[in-house]
């Protein structure tokens, strides 16, 4: 076993022990006050989840573009969607808390609500669970082709395994868009059933890959210090990534202004009460904290050359990312039933709970990885270019 290998399985050991005890304490909290376990569970099951399938669209884009960025990062994106049976698992306490999530649970609020009377078809229990397995079957089964083709492209590679590759990756693309944006609206979207935009799947989409891309990042770095990776994970492909990094800031901007601009200017009676609730009562100052350390600094850091090429420094505004990541997504999620911001030890208790199992899968998946690429055509002609 190599030093690398030795430390990442101490790492996994590490992380189910610090998830062992974020369950325990999430568990007291879930008998304790239901509501208040489910405000803070989904932000943070989204939060890792999201890291998840986040790595399905870039591991699809690379197929389509053959860019020198994804020979980077692609194996350890493989390797992020072993996660997903643990994702699937850590949804049941979702399922237990819907009566707390979801108004269009209870039927005696439906029986005086005519908006949810006419979206009682699609927003029902049943059809809530029968649709979920069938999200995580169409993602297992996607990641395991994804993963299938790119061992055998390595092992002997052929034009035609490039073109199933590329093929995958065009019509993956969309799989995944209609998927995600059906779950986004299943388990998000839903939690205030009046409000509907037909851009938040994609803002979520954003999301997901900003995040993953950033994960993707300090472990690159991470494994970088020793060969293979170092190789691998150049300073120039660090250099892109960090830029790729800044394109998705770009993009969720965009989007997430526009949503807001259309709404706004709309004044429409079911789509503004969504803003109002995440704009007062002190959620404004989330939001404006959301705008400045989730776009602003890392916008114009990210601009800078010298800090796209220095490990230390991407590392830094991959983390500011991050932590972000996990406040946009409570201020997506608690306002929808808390007027103020709350934050307390139950959402520490079950983001350490999730993302202490996850991590600990994740390392123990890394610690047996093959990291790099031994044949693929295209990964040497990109190393020699």
């Excluded at 055998?152 to 073109?163: F, L, V, Y």
């Excluded at 803002?203 to 300090?218: D, E, G």
Aim: proline share 4%.
């Amino acid at each position: 076993m190599t030093e690398t290998n030795a430390n990442l399985q101490k790492g996994s050991n590490i992380a189910f022990i610090a998830g062992a005890l974020g369950a325990a304490v999430s568990a007291f909290a879930f008998f304790q006050n239901r509501d208040t376990f489910a405000l803070a569970y989904m932000p943070a099951w989204l939060f890792w989840f999201g890291i998840t399938v986040g790595s399905f669209p870039l591991i699809m884009i690379h197929h389509l573009t053959s860019g020198g960025w994804g020979f980077a990062i692609r194996r350890i994106q493989e390797n992020l969607l072993k996660a997903l049976p643990v994702c699937l698992v850590l949804f049941i306490p979702i399922g237990l808390s819907m009566h707390s999530l979801y108004e269009w649970t209870h039927a005696e609020h439906i029986a005086h609500d005519p908006i949810l009377q006419s979206k009682s078809l699609y927003l029902n229990v049943t059809g809530f669970w029968i649709r979920l397995p069938i999200y995580f079957a169409i993602w297992f089964w996607m990641a395991a082709k994804l993963r299938k083709h790119s061992a055998i492209q390595d092992e002997n590679p052929t034009r035609a395994t490039a073109k199933k590759l590329s093929g995958y990756g065009g019509a993956g693309v969309l799989i995944y868009t209609l998927t995600i944006t059906f779950a986004i609206i299943d388990w998000v979207m839903s939690l205030e059933p009046h409000w509907f935009s037909t851009i938040y799947g994609a803002i979520f989409m954003i999301h997901f890959a900003m995040s993953s891309l950033a994960v993707s990042i300090l472990f690159g770095v991470y494994f970088s210090k020793k060969e293979p990776m170092k190789t691998v994970f150049s300073v120039d492909r660090m250099h892109d990534l960090g830029s790729l990094l800044f394109a998705s800031i770009m993009l969720w901007a965009y989007t997430s202004v526009s949503q807001l601009i259309i709404i706004w200017s709309a004044n429409i009676q079911e789509e503004v009460p969504w803003y109002l609730h995440r704009s007062t009562g002190g959620w404004e100052w989330v939001a404006a904290a959301i705008f400045i350390f989730h776009f602003v600094v890392p916008f114009f850091l990210l601009l800078m050359r010298f800090i796209k090429r220095k490990a230390e420094r991407l590392v830094k505004v991959a983390i500011l990312i991050l932590i972000m990541r996990w406040v946009e997504l409570i201020w997506h999620v608690k306002p929808t039933l808390v007027d103020h911001p709350s934050f307390s030890w139950v959402d520490v208790a079950t983001w350490v709970a999730i993302g202490g199992i996850w991590l600990g899968f994740v390392l123990r998946n890394f610690s047996s990885a093959q990291l790099t690429f031994k044949q693929d055509p295209i990964f040497h002609a990109e190393e020699h270019h």
